[in-house]
C-alpha cells in the first residue's frame, strides 16, 4: 500500500471521529496499519510507524491532537487523537480573487528552487483546492530568491518550534570566530543578504546575524522560549532600514561607465552639485566589496574608514593576482 | 508563463494533493481529467491515479471495517471509459485544508520580495492578501520577512510595451563597456535574488538577449509594433547559458564563499579542495565580467590560470587602487 493511502486514510478517520480515537483503536482499524496489526503481539514497529506518519502530517498544518481523557492520565488507553474540524479546514470567509490568486503563485515561484520550495509547492496545491483560476499576468515572470546559506533551513526551524539555537558567527571586522546562543526572532532579507535576527542570550538585547557569516553549523537545542510578537520582525526590518538611511557615503564615480549607471540606479541614491554620487548603505564590509568590484571607475570620497576599506580591498586583489 | 517540469511528488505533496482534490472535485460535479491536470499543474495520469485511490478510501466507520457507506465513491465508468471525474459519495472532507504555518510564511515573504513589481503596486491589497494568508494558516506564520522595495518605472514601462504591442528602447551598456541603443520586444522579466532581467527579442543582434536592468537607462516606449510575444519564443529555462566561445578559467575560492561563484562552474568541473579554499573550474564569457566579480571577491577567491585572467584582474585592481594614492 503506497504510503499516501496510509497518510490519507490516517487523516480520514482522525476528521471523522468527533471524540477521537486511541492507538490501539488507530492501529488495528486503520487502512494501511490494521493490515499490518497483531492482535496479540508486538506492534512495536507500527507504532514507531505512526509516530513518523504523525510529524509528515502535522507538518503540512493538519492540526493533529493529543488528548487525555479520565484521571489516570499518562498511560496511552486513556490519550486520543483527533483533526478538529475548525482548526483544519481553511475559515469560510476566505478566498481569494483570481487577482489574488495570480499574484500568490508568482509568491511561489519565487522559492521554487531551495529550502522552501516543498512548503511553496504545498501551498499552491490547497490554493488550487479553492478553485480559482489565475489571470495570467501580461508578461511572464520567472522570479527567484535562492537561499544558499546551509544555516537557513535549521534556522527557520528553530524559529518555528521557538527552541534556542547556537552557532560560531564571524563578525565583520573580527578575527576568530565565537560561538552564540540565541533565540530566534525572525529571518529577514535584507539589501540582498539573509540574516538571523534574534536575542543574543549572552549580551542581553537584539542583534542582526548574517548567515553567510555562520561559520560552524547550527545546533539547535531543546530549550524554548516565549515566541515574539509578530510587530518584532516589523521593528527589526524598520531599525534595519534606519541604519541603511544614516549610513551614507560619497563616491565619485567615472562617467558614463558601469559603476555610473548601476549606482545611480541603486536604491536611495542622490547626485550632489559636483556630480558625484550619495549612497546610502548597511554593512561597511558588503558595500565595501560592492564598490571594490568597480575597480577604477568608482572612488570613495568619504567616509574616510569606507575609502581605506575600498582602497586595501583593491590593493589585496592585485597583490593575490600579480 | 514558463514552460516548467511536472512535480514528482513524495508522500507528503501527495496527500497534501488528496486534501486538496477533493474540496475541488465537491465543487465539480463532473470535470475531465484534462482540466483537473491543467488546473492543478499535473499529469492527467497522477489525476487518475489519485481518484483512484480517493475512490477506494474512507472511513473505519461504525463497524470498524469500512463498510460500503464509509467510502468515497466516483463514478468509475465515467473515469474509465470517458476520462470524466464524478464524485458520488463522500465522507469525512468537508473544505479544503488550511496552509501550514511555513507554507504562509513562504508565500508571505514571496509577496514581500515581489514588492517591485508593478503588479503588486497597491500596497493595501497585498497588506489585505497577507492577512488573510495569516488568518488561514494552522499556525502563526513563521516570520521569515523580505525587505520591500520601491515599484520599479522600467518594470512598468516593461509591462506597457506588452500590453500595448509595441517595443521598449533603452540605453544598454555591456559589461564590455559599450553603449547601445536597444530596440526590444520583452518575452519574460526574471530575476535572481536581488538582480532583476530583462529577456527579450534584441531587433539590434536579430536574437534574444538578456538585459540586467541596472544597466538600462533613459527606457521609453516606441511607436513600433513588436514581432515576437512571448507565446512566440521558446526561451530556455536557464538564464545563463553557456556558449562554444567561453572562457575557461581556474579559480580558488573559500570554502565558505564557494556557492557564490556556483552558477560560473562549468559542468564536470574537477573540484579539489585544500586548506579551507575550493579550486574549480568557471566559464566567463570574456575577462569585463570576471575582473568586476573577482574584485568584489577580494581575499576570498582568487584567479589562478590562465595568466590573461590574472592579469585582467591584477590591472583592474592596481587601476582602482591607483585612484587612491
Known amino acids: ?322 | 508563463m514558463a514552460s516548467r517540469k511536472k512535480p514528482v511528488l513524495m508522500a507528503q505533496d501527495k496527500l497534501a494533493f488528496l486534501l486538496s482534490l477533493v474540496p475541488y472535485l465537491m465543487d465539480h460535479d463532473r470535470v475531465s481529467v484534462a482540466e483537473v491536470a491543467t488546473h492543478f499543474g499535473m499529469t492527467p495520469e497522477q489525476i487518475r491515479e489519485a481518484v483512484r485511490l480517493i475512490g477506494v478510501s474512507g472511513i473505519p466507520g461504525e463497524t470498524q471495517s469500512y463498510q460500503h457507506e464509509d467510502l468515497f465513491d466516483i463514478s468509475w465508468d465515467d473515469l474509465e471509459e470517458n476520462d470524466q471525474i464524478v464524485l458520488t459519495h463522500r465522507v469525512a472532507i468537508d473544505d479544503s485544508p488550511r496552509f501550514s504555518a511555513r507554507e504562509a510564511a513562504a508565500l508571505i515573504a514571496g509577496l514581500q520580495y515581489l514588492s517591485a513589481l508593478p503588479e503588486n503596486s497597491d500596497r493595501t491589497a497585498i497588506a489585505t492578501l497577507m492577512a488573510k494568508l495569516s488568518r488561514g494558516a494552522s499556525g502563526a506564520p513563521n516570520q521569515v520577512a523580505v525587505e520591500s522595495t520601491e515599484s520599479d518605472a522600467t518594470l512598468g514601462l516593461i509591462r506597457q510595451s506588452v500590453t500595448t504591442g509595441v517595443q521598449i528602447e533603452f540605453d544598454y551598456r555591456g559589461a564590455r563597456g559599450k553603449t547601445e541603443r536597444r530596440h526590444v520586444d520583452p518575452l519574460r522579466v526574471e530575476s535572481m535574488d536581488a538582480d532583476w532581467y530583462l529577456r527579450g527579442w534584441d531587433h539590434l543582434r536579430g536574437a534574444v538577449r538578456t538585459f540586467r536592468l541596472d544597466r538600462i537607462s533613459n527606457p521609453a516606449i516606441t511607436s513600433e509594433p513588436i514581432a515576437f510575444a512571448a507565446k512566440d519564443v521558446s526561451l530556455p529555462e536557464m538564464l545563463f547559458e553557456g556558449s562554444k566561445s567561453d572562457l575557461l578559467v581556474t579559480i580558488e575560492v573559500e570554502a565558505s564563499a564557494a556557492s557564490l561563484l556556483a552558477d560560473y562552474v562549468t559542468e564536470g568541473a574537477v573540484t579539489t579542495h585544500a586548506n579551507g579554499r575550493v579550486r574549480t573550474t568557471i566559464r566567463v564569457s570574456h575577462y569585463h565580467g570576471l575582473k568586476r566579480l573577482l574584485a568584489s571577491m577580494p581575499g576570498v577567491a582568487t584567479v589562478i590560470e590562465p595568466p590573461e585572467a590574472r592579469r585582467a584582474v591584477a590591472e583592474w585592481a592596481e587601476a582602482g587602487a591607483a585612484r587612491y594614492r
Open chain 1, 1 to 322: 500500500m503506497p504510503v499516501e493511502e496510509r497518510l490519507f486514510s490516517l487523516v480520514l478517520a482522525l476528521l471523522a471521529s468527533e471524540h477521537g480515537l486511541t492507538k490501539s483503536e488507530i492501529l488495528s482499524t486503520v487502512q494501511g496499519y490494521r493490515q499490518r496489526f497483531a492482535i496479540s503481539g508486538d506492534n512495536s514497529n507500527l507504532e514507531r510507524q505512526f509516530e513518523r506518519d504523525k510529524d509528515d502530517i502535522r507538518e503540512l498544518g493538519v492540526p493533529l491532537e493529543m488528548i487525555e481523557v479520565g484521571a489516570d492520565t499518562g498511560t496511552n488507553q486513556n490519550v486520543r487523537y483527533r483533526i478538529p474540524r475548525g482548526d483544519y479546514e481553511l475559515p469560510g470567509d476566505i478566498s481569494f480573487s483570481p487577482e489574488e490568486t495570480t499574484l500568490l503563485n508568482l509568491a511561489a515561484m519565487v522559492w521554487r528552487e531551495g529550502s522552501l520550495s516543498g512548503e511553496s509547492r504545498r501551498a499552491m496545491l490547497k490554493l488550487r483546492s479553492l478553485g480559482v483560476t489565475s489571470d495570467d499576468p501580461v508578461i511572464g515572470y520567472a522570479p527567484r530568491l535562492r537561499v544558499r546559506e546551509a544555516a537557513f533551513e535549521p534556522l527557520n526551524s528553530a524559529l518555528e518550534r521557538h527552541v534556542l539555537v547556537r552557532f560560531e558567527y564571524l563578525k565583520p571586522g573580527e578575527l576568530s570566530a565565537r560561538v552564540r546562543t540565541v533565540a530566534p526572532i525572525a529571518l529577514i532579507q535584507h539589501q540582498g543578504r539573509w540574516m538571523l535576527h534574534g536575542e543574543d542570550q549572552d549580551a542581553a538585547g537584539t542583534r542582526n546575524f548574517l548567515l553567510r557569516r555562520i561559520v560552524s553549523a547550527v545546533t539547535t537545542t531543546s530549550k524554548r522560549y516565549e515566541p515574539f510578537p509578530p510587530e518584532a520582525t516589523a521593528t527589526a526590518l524598520r531599525e534595519l532600514d534606519e541604519i541603511w538611511q544614516q549610513r551614507t557615503a560619497i563616491v565619485e564615480v567615472e562617467p558614463d561607465s558601469d559603476a555610473a549607471t548601476r549606482l545611480h540606479k541603486r536604491r536611495g541614491t542622490t547626485v550632489l552639485p559636483d556630480g558625484t554620487l550619495q549612497l546610502h548603505y548597511s554593512d561597511a564590509n558588503i558595500f565595501a566589496d560592492e564598490i571594490a568590484g568597480f575597480g577604477p571607475e568608482a572612488v570613495v570620497r568619504s567616509p574616510q574608514p569606507l575609502r581605506d576599506a575600498v582602497r586595501d580591498r583593491l590593493i589585496r586583489t592585485a597583490a593575490d593576482h600579480g
